[in-house]
């Protein structure tokens, strides 16, 4: 009965609209009020679930991908982009998605990229002749390689969930989302010349040089993070430390377009967004909480095992259960829930813990691109000033393609762990 108020108040809430960090505190104090437990262990479990050292990256990554937005990282990167393969049909698409893997190098995050490329790349794609529906499609598709290209946020929160190592959480996903990105361009160069959108003339070796140049200190922000995390002069917290000040600098005094005054704004815009996943992390943690103690992670694995114990099976029943759960509820709630449990059901049948966390996460990024709390999608929709129908429509072929990938990710281990026991010996 206590576990049927959980679910009923939990689903009743994300069916209206209220938001997953609010859904799930109440929710739980539902829970907690019909079990006579003492509402103690609502602070209790909250502070242990964010009492982890390296969540303080969060607020690190968040503040440099905002101190390198503010100080003109987005426009130099698309121009770049746009210079390497805007020549090619559909150009601007495809620079769309180039940018969204440069600039995901550096945000960490999906809904950074989805506002901050799409906020430039898709009135100037409708300026262009691309139509409004792909133009939006095409930026949220590409946005959800910045949490898999490192560094990544829901990658940090496995990290803290599971003890793995962030620093091999980081370069695991560098192979897969570049293989993402690239079947995007693919799907996006497909689609331009079905429709016979329009092309750019080459803007010729100079302006790539230039355009190089130009975005040369914000791409280097990359080879900072994963530099000092693959040579172990930093701690994945301390990086992203380093990369915050890193991104003041060139933001200030070398690209010039970051005044003094805007960071004060910046620093309290960062520790809202920093505050919000926290909130996230810690409620999402005493429903995580309930669940264990209702032994909700014992009675997946057995209803699982009990249908089969084959790999690659199991395989396909977590990532199909992983899609739906990613259509319904916001990424990090949904790691803190399932992540630990799908884990060990995932080692019980011989799933290395590394490959099986990529998967996962990038199985979740997905999510952020589908119907009915697909954040991505709003955003994008919201810019090109469209109704949702006709952007779900035209994400079809990027999901059908981002799909793919998946499974070639799910399905050939080395894709995700050949890279960290190349660099992490």
């Known amino acids: 009965m206590n576990l049927?108020?959980?679910?009923?108040?939990?689903?009743?809430?994300?069916?209206?609209?209220?938001?997953?960090?609010?859904?799930?505190?109440?929710?739980?104090?539902?829970?907690?009020?019909?079990?006579?437990?003492?509402?103690?262990?609502?602070?209790?479990?909250?502070?242990?679930?964010?009492?982890?050292?390296?969540?303080l990256c969060i607020p690190g990554f968040i503040l440099a991908g905002n101190l390198m937005n503010s100080g003109g990282i987005t426009g130099r990167i698309i121009r770049f982009a746009n210079a390497l393969v805007g020549w090619m049909r559909g150009g601007l698409g495809l620079s769309n998605v180039a940018g969204s893997m440069l600039f995901g190098g550096i945000s960490g995050t999906a809904v950074a990229d989805a506002a901050s490329i799409g906020g430039m790349m898709i009135?100037?794609?409708?300026?262009?002749?691309?139509?409004?529906?792909?133009?939006?499609?095409?930026?949220?598709?590409?946005?959800?390689?910045?949490?898999?290209?490192?560094?990544?946020?829901?990658?940090?929160?496995?990290?803290?969930?599971?003890?793995?190592?962030?620093?091999?959480?980081?370069?695991?996903?560098?192979?897969?989302?570049i293989l993402m990105g690239l079947a995007m361009m693919v799907t996006c160069y497909i689609i331009a010349v079905r429709?016979?959108?329009?092309?750019?003339?080459?803007?010729?070796?100079?302006?790539?040089?230039?355009?190089?140049?130009?975005?040369f200190w914000s791409l280097a922000m990359t080879a900072l993070i994963v530099g000092g995390l693959l040579s172990g002069i930093a701690t994945p917290t301390e990086t992203a430390i380093v990369a915050s000040v890193y991104a003041f600098i060139v933001g200030r005094f070398i690209y010039g377009d970051l005044p003094l005054r805007a960071v004060p704004r910046i620093i309290i815009d960062s520790a809202v967004s920093s505050a919000a996943i926290l909130v996230l992390v810690g409620f999402a943690n005493v429903f995580g909480w309930i669940l264990v103690s209702e032994r909700i992670p014992q009675m997946i694995?057995?209803?699982?095992?009990?249908?089969?114990?084959?790999?690659?099976?199991?395989?396909?029943?977590?990532?199909?259960?992983l899609l739906f759960v990613g259509m319904f509820?916001?990424?990090?709630?949904?790691?803190?829930?399932?992540?630990?449990?799908?884990?060990?059901?995932?080692?019980?049948?011989?799933?290395?813990?590394?490959h099986f966390a990529t998967f996962a996460?990038?199985?979740?990024?997905?999510?952020?691109?589908?119907?009915?709390?697909?954040?991505?999608?709003?955003?994008?929709?919201?810019?090109?000033?469209?109704?949702?129908?006709?952007?779900?429509?035209?994400?079809?072929?990027?999901?059908?393609?981002?799909?793919?990938?998946?499974?070639l990710v799910s399905y050939i281990?080395?894709?995700?762990?050949w890279l960290p026991s190349v660099l992490f010996k």
């Open 123 to 177: 009135p100037g794609m409708k300026k262009a002749g691309y139509p409004a529906d792909f133009s939006a499609a095409v930026t949220a598709a590409s946005s959800t390689v910045g949490p898999i290209i490192p560094p990544s946020v829901p990658m940090i929160i496995v990290g803290a969930l599971s003890g793995i190592s962030v620093g091999k959480m980081f370069i695991a996903g560098a192979v897969p989302g």
């Open 195 to 215: 429709k016979n959108f329009p092309r750019q003339p080459w803007q010729g070796v100079g302006e790539l040089a230039s355009s190089f140049l130009g975005a």
């Open 361 to 407: 996460v990038l199985n979740l990024m997905i999510g952020l691109t589908t119907p009915p709390v697909g954040v991505c999608l709003f955003i994008c929709a919201n810019i090109a000033r469209l109704p949702l129908t006709p952007v779900i429509k035209a994400i079809a072929p990027f999901l059908i393609t981002n799909i793919i990938v998946l499974l």
């Open 301 to 321: 694995a057995n209803a699982v095992l009990s249908l089969t114990d084959n790999k690659y099976l199991v395989i396909l029943i977590i990532n199909l259960l």
């Open 329 to 354: 509820m916001e990424t990090i709630a949904a790691l803190i829930i399932l992540f630990v449990p799908l884990l060990s059901l995932a080692q019980g049948v011989g799933i290395d813990p590394l």
């Open 413 to 417: 281990p080395a894709l995700a762990t």
């Open 4 to 55: 049927a108020i959980l679910i009923l108040v939990f689903v009743g809430g994300l069916i209206a609209g209220v938001p997953v960090a609010v859904t799930l505190g109440l929710s739980s104090l539902c829970y907690l009020l019909a079990a006579g437990i003492p509402l103690v262990v609502i602070p209790q479990k909250m502070y242990a679930g964010i009492d982890v050292f390296v969540l």
